[in-house]
């Protein structure tokens, strides 16, 4: 099993920047690929970004092209999500996947979640 821990949510005023991280535990993720998600009040989940098994492959949502950036180091089974320019649209409770079926792609539903951590953006 793998334990996934997100933190550094918080509020934000828009223009402003946030950096989200998620710990693994309980086994090694250096093989799995890692993505984060969000889900808006009334809103379904929806995808933001995924990154491959060795940061070699990065994908993202349309909407957050350009603002956010992935990134993993696999020797402290961590991924992050640097997120800048943030918009009040951004805000959302971010969630952090890892797909043990997989090290290339956006995460699918096999995925291990983690808990969340809110973001807020206020204009």
């Known amino acids: 099993q793998v334990q996934l821990v997100e933190s550094g949510g918080g509020l934000v005023q828009a223009g402003g920047s946030l950096r989200l991280s998620c710990a693994a535990s309980?086994?090694?993720?250096?093989?799995?690929?890692m993505g984060w998600f969000r889900q808006a009040p009334g809103k379904e989940r929806e995808f933001v970004a995924a990154?491959?098994?060795?940061?070699?492959?990065?994908w993202y949502a349309d909407s957050v092209k350009g603002r956010f950036t992935i990134s993993r180091d696999n020797a402290k089974n961590t991924v992050y999500l640097q997120m800048n320019s943030l918009k009040p649209e951004d805000t959302a409770v971010y969630y952090c996947?890892?797909?043990?079926?997989?090290?290339?792609?956006?995460?699918?539903?096999?995925?291990?979640w983690g808990q969340g951590t809110q973001v807020t953006v206020s204009s």
């Open positions: 309980g086994r090694t993720v250096s093989n799995y690929a």
């Open positions: 996947a890892a797909d043990p079926t997989t090290g290339w792609g956006i995460p699918g539903p096999g995925n291990y």
């Open positions: 990154i491959s098994w060795n940061g070699g492959g990065t």
